[in-house]
Nanobody
Framework: QVQLVESGGGLVQPGGSLRLSCAAS????????VGWYRQAPGKERTLVAR???????VYVDPVKGRFTMSRVSANNTVFLQMNNLKPEDTAVYYC???????????????WGQGTLVTVSS
C-alpha cells in the first residue's frame, strides 16, 4: 500500500525556519503532481505550494518568497523549506500527490497524515 509520510514539524519561534519532508513508501515508480497543503486550527485545508503539470511550482501569496518546495525523484521525497516563519503559519501541514504509480498500480489523491508546525514565542 502506498503511503506518504511527513516529518519535520515542531515548535519554532517567529522568524525561524523548518524543513518538512514527505517520503513515499512502497515500490514507487513515479509520484505525480505533488504539493503541500495546510490546515490551521478551526479552518479548512488550503494549498501552500503545488507542482503544475509542466513541472513549475506555484505558491500561494502568503508564503511566496519564504517557502520553497523541492523534490528528489530518486528517492521519492518532497521537501518544504520554510523560512521567516510567522504565527499565522501555524497549522498541520500535509503532503499530497495527485497520483502515485507503485507495484504496477496507480493510486489517486494520496495524502499524508500531516505534521504539526507551531510558530510561537
Amino acid at each position: 500500500q502506498v503511503q506518504l509520510v511527513e516529518s519535520g514539524g515542531g515548535l519554532v519561534q517567529p522568524g525561524g525556519s523548518l524543513r518538512l519532508s514527505c517520503a513515499a513508501s512502497g515500490n514507487i515508480f513515479s509520484m505525480n503532481v505533488v504539493g503541500w497543503y495546510r490546515q490551521a486550527p478551526g479552518k479548512e485545508r488550503t494549498l501552500v505550494a503545488r507542482e503544475t503539470i509542466s513541472g513549475i511550482t506555484v505558491y500561494v501569496d502568503p508564503v511566496k518568497g519564504r517557502f520553497t518546495m523541492s523534490r528528489v525523484s530518486a528517492n521519492n521525497t518532497v521537501f518544504l523549506q520554510m523560512n521567516n516563519l510567522k504565527p499565522e503559519d501555524t497549522a498541520v501541514y500535509y503532503c499530497h500527490a495527485d497520483s502515485i504509480v507503485a507495484g504496477g498500480r496507480m493510486s489517486f489523491d494520496v495524502w499524508g497524515q500531516g505534521t504539526l508546525v507551531t510558530v510561537s514565542s
